[in-house]
């Protein structure tokens, strides 16, 4: 398996764009996971999928961003509009919930909003 | 819920010392605790996890963790410093079936 997939690997908009993060979770695993990270905040939960369905949202900020996750293999974190205090590195990451196994973490994508 | 404390955000050891991070959690029931690694502009690597078996768990690259109940705490360590050890470590707790949730990091510094 090529492991969690992020796309685009950097992000450069500006400021009241809409911004879409893109995840491919590992195969198999029915458990994904948004995270942004800041050196003001560290690695801050967003929201988590089980089973494609949203099981805690409460680590998103802001009615600004909203996450999909319409199948088991896709999701989406989208922000709009984008300010520049969003600009942070996202992470997706994926785990099979069925027992004790750890989340496996993509590269991320470096957001910077201008 | 749960939430991890680590101690330090910033930790200087000498190449070829002991390593020690901190890590202390909270949790209202038995939990899963894990240690990852996150190198310059990558994601995160798993180090080693606890879950319930063995209370002294070991991991990659020669790190162990003690998980230890009645301290909450869930310290990581290793006996020699490499300069490649030089990263920063994040501790997690995850309460079973549920999120997981990180510590805000500690950047490990190796002097030479």
């Known amino acids: 398996d090529a492991g969690v997939i992020q796309s685009p690997r950097h992000e450069v908009t500006e400021m009241g764009q809409e911004v879409t993060l893109r995840c491919k979770p590992i195969s198999g695993h029915n458990s994904l996971f948004w995270y942004r990270q800041t050196m003001m905040r560290g690695l801050e939960l967003l929201i988590y999928f089980n089973n494609n369905v949203p099981i805690d949202d409460s680590g998103m900020p802001e009615d600004r961003f909203s996450a999909k996750m319409p199948n088991a293999s896709f999701s989406t974190l989208k922000i709009q509009p984008s300010e520049p205090r969003d600009s942070a590195v996202y992470f997706c990451a994926s785990s099979s919930r069925r027992g004790n196994t750890e989340a496996f973490f993509g590269q991320g994508t470096r957001l910077t909003v201008v | 819920a749960q939430s991890v404390t680590q101690l330090g955000s910033h930790v200087s050891v000498s190449e070829g010392a002991l390593v020690l991070l901190r890590c202390n959690y909270s949790s209202s029931v038995p939990p899963y605790l894990f240690w990852y690694v996150q190198y310059p502009n990558q994601g995160l690597q798993l180090l080693l996890k606890?879950?319930?078996?063995?209370?002294l768990v070991k991991g990659i690259n020669d790190f162990e963790a003690e998980f230890k109940k009645s301290e909450t705490s869930f310290h990581l360590t290793k006996p020699s410093a490499h300069m490649s050890d030089a990263a920063e470590y994040f501790c997690?707790?995850?309460?079973?079936?549920?999120?997981?949730?990180f510590g805000k990091g500690t950047r490990l510094h190796i002097l030479p």
């Open positions: 997690a707790v995850s309460e079973r079936d549920d999120k997981i949730i």
């Open positions: 606890y879950t319930s078996a063995a209370t």
